[in-house]
């Protein structure tokens, strides 16, 4: 058994990020950049306007006013101007669209008067007033995003304005979920004797598409029994990069999973940490295969979750992992017992004189409701105590 920073240096030393390839930039969110991303062109590629109003040759404009012009023409946005601009001439221009040769100026529509195919020009401007020069953006041959960077959803439409129609990242693992356990039923299914509904799948697969990633489907339960477990485990760790199963992985008759991972070769990196819930836990690797075995009850499920498939994730991505923790005020007393490092839930609640920690109420690792309106975990030292209202702690965000 070892602990659980020993676990997670562990992680952080073992896991490597995924073979980088290129993917679409909508499936690029969230993914690391693998290598560097150049401006291939200038963004804009044009000088531009970034207003309605003409487009005037400075020159014809630098002078008392009023001043009374002819219009040229009009250029839309998209339709370039198919003749310079005329001496004591304007066109008139609306966003986006690209000044004529020989414009270098922009003036407001708001400061003009119209009149047949002249107009009338209330204000001298500055030189180079409401233009958008070429590149003004984004210069060609600038890095725009570095290897190593997290690409957030509003790069997507960065990627897009340099044309760019995928990105090489670390891409996001394929992953699948399974729950363990011949009581395990399926929602919506009828319960026999001896049955509960699986929480676990529901739990795991929501956790990772709130996390960023795809849900994984559902899988049906695996009976306890030794020859099936090892048949999917099989299966599974062949066309997946992380499995994470709920269930079998601990000391009873029918915990087949450490058994299962010797026989088809699994490297075991650590199996059973000293935190309370979650103690069985056990990461293996198959070949390019990630195995997190969590143990079966529901407030387990989740605390290992938090605690290691996060990291695995996001070391899989290539991202270094920094779990949003923070020191906060428990506000109210609870008891823990035992000697592991004590992971417990709380609501937690900020006010001008810092963050507090309310304690799940009933909290045990088989009581699912006890995580109901948790905003995260305190992360306590064991030993048998009451933690009395005031003490500090540290907290980790779900």
Not at 383 to 396: D, N, Y
Request: hydrophobic share 40%; proline share 7%; aromatic share 6%.
């Amino acid at each position: 058994m070892i602990q659980l920073d020993e676990a997670l240096k562990l992680i952080d030393e073992a896991v490597a990020p995924l073979a980088p390839c290129h993917v679409p930039i909508l499936e690029a969110m969230g993914c690391t950049v693998a290598e560097d991303i150049t401006a291939e062109l200038n963004v804009p590629n044009f000088a531009s306007s970034a207003m309605d109003g003409i487009a005037v040759r400075f020159s014809d404009v630098a002078c008392e006013m009023p001043r009374k012009l002819k219009v040229q023409g009009i250029i839309p946005a998209g339709q370039p101007a198919e003749t310079p601009l005329l001496q004591e001439h304007v066109y008139r221009i609306m966003t986006g669209a690209a000044l004529p040769q020989g414009a270098d100026t922009v003036i407001v529509v708001e400061e003009l008067e119209y009149q047949g195919d002249e107009v009338i020009i209330s204000r001298s401007p500055n030189q180079g007033d409401h233009v958008r020069p070429q590149g003004n953006d984004m210069r060609q041959g600038d890095v725009v995003f570095h290897a190593g960077e997290v690409l957030k959803p509003i790069d997507t439409g960065i990627l897009a304005a340099l044309g760019l129609t995928e990105v090489k990242v670390h891409p996001k693992p394929k992953i699948a979920v399974l729950a363990t356990g011949s009581e395990v039923v399926s929602p919506g299914q009828p319960l026999q004797a001896g049955q509960i509904y699986n929480t676990n799948d529901a739990s795991l697969r929501s956790l990772l598409v709130n996390a960023g990633f795809p849900d994984p489907g559902a899988q049906t339960p695996v009976s306890d029994e030794k020859q099936p477990l090892r048949d999917i485990f099989a299966r599974l760790c062949g066309e997946n990069d992380l499995v994470i199963t709920s269930g079998a992985v601990s000391m009873g008759e029918f915990d087949f999973i450490p058994d299962i991972v010797r026989e088809l070769g699994g490297d075991i990196l650590f199996h059973k940490v000293f935190i309370k819930p979650g103690k069985p836990t056990l990461l293996a690797k198959f070949g390019s295969c990630w195995l997190l075995a969590l143990p079966g009850n529901p407030v387990s499920v989740v605390v290992t979750f938090q605690m290691y498939a996060k990291r695995v994730l996001s070391r899989l991505m290539g991202k270094d992992y920094r779990p949003e923790r923070e020191k906060a005020t428990v506000a109210e007393p609870f008891q823990i017992r035992g000697e592991r490092f004590q992971v417990w839930g709380a609501t937690l609640q900020r006010n001008d004189d810092g963050l507090h920690a309310v304690p799940a109420q009933n909290y045990t690792s088989g009581r699912i409701s006890a995580l109901k309106g948790i905003d995260g975990f305190m992360l306590v030292p064991g030993g048998s105590r009451i933690v009395e209202a005031g003490t500090i702690v540290e907290v980790e965000w779900v």
